[in-house]
């Protein structure tokens, strides 16, 4: 029998697709008004009326990365960029939950590219829509005086992306064990609302330690603190090595899981044809 | 002289899902420019096929062949020679025509140079080309059909597989579509598997692959199927007389 050569796909091709998935997503962004709408309204109630209304409950000493007392409305931006990042990671899931219900899904997986480049991409996608809305947040809290040092717009982009990367994989993750869309609304409040509250977006740790040491160490170990604090730190031109390696190391291993899960021979492809 | 390679072959293909037995030991061949029509009731296993040699699941136990590679061993090659219509609805409806199609050439790593021009002569071909701007909620249920069938030649395929592609469509989408992907067959020699219950998409001309409760139980031309069914005259006969026996 005669057989096909085999010939690789060239590296033009990986950015052709690379690139068409993350228009795609930007298309779907700018389409979805509401997505957009409400990815912004969400941080900027908080900034508005959490923020203002907290302002004098809860002083904040001098930590670091900060040099002197500061407003809570600055204290808590970073926290507030961080849950934009979380949001966009959980709506990347519930459209991957979404296409799946939909067959769009399968249009994606039948492309002859490798299933984790995809995926990659996918979240690369999701990174992007995610950076772009941070930023714009960053522009309206300008005028709530959160005005961190110019070079601090700049150093908080890779701080972006590495935390946007870790919470788009944790996405990722959790849409590959969810069978249907009806699902993820529990999993987002058992998911979205602890990793939140439980971290340092809303307070500081030591506050946190005079009430529960159980609380602290919970706070410490979820990887959101860490997303929080390192883009905490980049804003004001610092790096906080600390949580870049948890954010790093939770990407991988969030990744990998999110692969498996994929994986047409293990995952959720063959659990959820076995329900059918 | 070599016999050129089967444009898909399935040999001894088993899937299970848990006890279940979805494809039992499944095996036939389909030609370069052949008409194949896997014909089968609803349940017998036809979209299970399809999601193993789209590699939506992993083939545990038997073979699936493309162009004579087998599939384990290159999926990626075999991904980029087959072009596929799925049962359900694949395209974004918030999204345009040529949005949906732009999309799909990425995912094929086409330039969009070279895709923009197959793009226009795909959507001229099923009568399309003026609603490229339109978005595809605005379209017809046989007019999306008509699209997801341009979208799976993009890439130009020389295996096409289509599940159940006129499902729910009105009596002219189903010609025009069935008219389209035999003209394909002829015109470039593409090898087409076209999944249906409904026995009279099977031409006189058409291969057919009687899949039933998992298991195939005939596989040849049209006149050696209803031959095979002994006594039969039509090729409804002989799938009624073959499902029956085998119940």
Redesign the interface.
């Known amino acids: 029998m005669l057989q096909t050569k085999l010939r690789p796909l060239p590296p033009a091709a990986y950015a052709r697709c690379m690139a068409g998935i993350i228009r795609r997503e930007g298309l779907r962004w700018v389409h979805q008004r509401g997505r957009f709408v409400s990815a912004l309204v969400r941080p900027l109630v908080w900034l508005a009326i959490f923020a203002a209304g907290f302002r004098f409950v809860l002083g904040v000493s001098i930590i670091p990365p900060y040099e002197t007392y500061i407003p809570y409305e600055v204290y808590i931006a970073p926290g507030l960029i961080a849950m934009i990042e979380l949001f966009n990671g959980m709506q990347s899931s519930l459209s991957m939950v979404y296409d799946r219900e939909m067959g769009s899904m399968k249009t994606l997986m039948v492309s002859p590219f490798p299933r984790w480049f995809l995926l990659l991409s996918k979240l690369l996608a999701g990174v992007a829509v995610a950076v772009v809305q941070s930023y714009i947040f960053l522009g309206i809290a300008w005028f709530w005086e959160i005005e961190p040092p110019a070079i601090g717009y700049l150093a908080v982009l890779p701080a972006l992306i590495l935390s946007g990367l870790m919470l788009g994989a944790l996405g990722l993750v959790m849409s590959s064990f969810i069978r249907q869309l009806e699902n993820f609304a529990g999993v987002m409040n058992f998911v979205i609302f602890p990793m939140f509250f439980a971290s340092s977006a809303l307070y500081p740790l030591w506050r946190v330690k005079e009430s529960s040491l159980f609380l602290w160490w919970v706070c410490q170990l979820n990887p959101f603190t860490s997303a929080t604090e390192l883009i905490r730190f980049a804003l004001y031109g610092r790096v906080d090595w600390m949580s870049a390696a948890v954010v790093i190391g939770c990407t991988v291993v969030f990744m990998a899981a999110a692969v498996a899960g994929y994986d047409p021979g293990r995952g959720l492809m063959a659990r959820k044809a076995g329900a059918e | 002289m070599?016999?050129?390679?089967a444009a898909l072959e399935i040999d001894g293909l088993t899937h299970r899902?848990?006890a279940r037995r979805a494809l039992d030991a499944v095996g036939f061949r389909i030609r370069p420019g052949e008409f194949t029509v896997l014909l089968g009731q609803n349940g017998a296993g036809k979209t299970?096929l399809f999601?193993l040699i789209?590699?939506?699941?992993?083939a545990?136990q038997g073979g699936i062949a493309v162009?004579?590679?087998p599939f384990r061993d290159?999926?990626?090659?075999a991904?980029?020679?087959?072009g596929?219509v799925?049962q359900?609805?694949?395209?974004?409806l918030?999204?345009t025509v040529q949005?949906n199609l732009?999309?799909?050439?990425?995912?094929?790593?086409?330039?969009?140079h070279t895709a923009a021009p197959r793009i226009r002569d795909e959507l001229a071909r099923v009568n399309l080309g003026e609603r490229a701007g339109d978005r595809v909620r605005l379209l017809s249920g046989g007019q999306r059909r008509r699209v997801e069938l341009a979208r799976a030649l993009l890439h130009e395929p020389s295996l096409l597989l289509l599940d159940e592609p006129t499902a729910g469509l009105d009596m002219e989408s189903r010609g025009f579509l069935l008219n389209h992907v035999r003209r394909l067959c002829r015109e470039r020699g593409l090898a087409v598997l076209w999944a249906t219950h409904l026995i009279d998409e099977a031409g006189e001309d058409a291969h057919v692959v009687v899949l039933h409760k998992g298991r195939v139980l005939a596989t040849g031309p049209v006149p050696a199927v209803v031959a095979q069914a002994g006594g039969a005259q039509t090729l409804k006969d002989a799938f009624e007389h073959l499902t029956h026996a085998a119940n």
């Open positions: 070599h016999e050129p390679a899902f848990g299970t999601a789209t590699r939506l699941y992993h545990h162009f004579g590679q290159a999926p990626s090659a991904l980029a020679r087959m596929v799925f359900q609805p694949t395209l974004d918030d999204l949005q732009q999309y799909h050439a990425a995912l094929h790593g086409i330039a969009g």
